[in-house]
T-cell receptor
Framework: QQPVQSPQAVILREGEDAVINCSSSKALYSVHWYRQKHGEAPVFLMILLKGGEQKGHDKISASFNEKKQQSSLYLTASQLSYSGTYFCGTEGPGNTGKLIFGQGTTLQVKP | DAGVIQSPRHEVTEMGQEVTLRCKPI?????LFWYRQTMMRGLELLIY????????DSGMPEDRFSAKMPNASFSTLKIQPSEPRDSAVYFC????????????FGSGTRLTVV
């Protein structure tokens, strides 16, 4: 079952922060985050495994609440290069390797 | 490494014709996935392979779609006969060992069926 992302779209000014949420109705083994720019392929940002860990990558970080089956992506001090569509991909229990992607959140950063 | 290589980049075909999309995964990656992306349905998993063996094809829309992976370095997705509703971007992705690593996506094939 497809995870639900919120919000669907965000418009920011450079330097502002944003949070993108991903929620699943099923138990999760892992959550992935990807960014896709227009006309390009999705690019892997980070993976979070069950255990409630939090990861960071430059000014982009994420958390995973296994009990709530939710993950959040945090973008701080946004840059123009952060613009794109962000997808979470969820993997159910069993470490199957199979990801189901959310519908995406479009982020636009303006100067 | 050249990454995941897909061909062709663009394909325009007439309804009823056979279409074959090709993918070369990254060497050493055990898993290969085929996804379809449309505005309405987003990124849909069609089928995936582990060590050249199809594991889950429950996302394949109907019998018109078929996929093969004859060896570790090549996979095909075939649509026969094609229909206008098959128009989409088809991505191939690979990963070394399950989902403990991120997927690497190919550049995609934009298919237009007229």
């Amino acid at each position: 079952q497809q995870p639900v992302q919120s919000p669907q779209a965000v418009i920011l000014r450079e330097g502002e922060d944003a949070v993108i949420n991903c929620s699943s109705s099923k138990a999760l083994y892992s959550v992935h985050w990807y960014r896709q720019k227009h006309g390009e392929a999705p690019v892997f940002l980070m993976i979070l495994l069950k255990g409630g860990e939090q990861k960071g990558h430059d000014k982009i970080s994420a958390s995973f609440n296994e009990k709530k089956q939710q993950s959040s992506l945090y973008l701080t001090a946004s840059q123009l290069s952060y613009s794109g569509t962000y997808f979470c991909g969820t993997e159910g229990p069993g470490n199957t390797g199979k990801l189901i992607f959310g519908q995406g959140t479009t982020l636009q950063v303006k100067p | 490494d050249a990454g995941v290589i897909q061909s062709p980049r663009h394909e325009v075909t007439e309804m009823g014709q056979e279409v074959t999309l090709r993918c070369k995964p990254i060497s050493g990656h055990d898993y290969l996935f085929w996804y379809r992306q449309t505005m309405m349905r987003g990124l849909e998993l069609l089928i995936y392979f582990n060590n050249n063996v199809p594991i889950d094809d429950s996302g394949m829309p109907e019998d018109r779609f078929s996929a093969k992976m004859p060896n570790a370095s090549f996979s095909t997705l075939k649509i026969q006969p094609s229909e206008p509703r098959d128009s989409a971007v088809y991505f191939c992705a690979s990963t070394p060992a399950g989902a403990n690593y991120g997927y690497t996506f190919g550049s995609g094939t934009r298919l237009t069926v007229v």
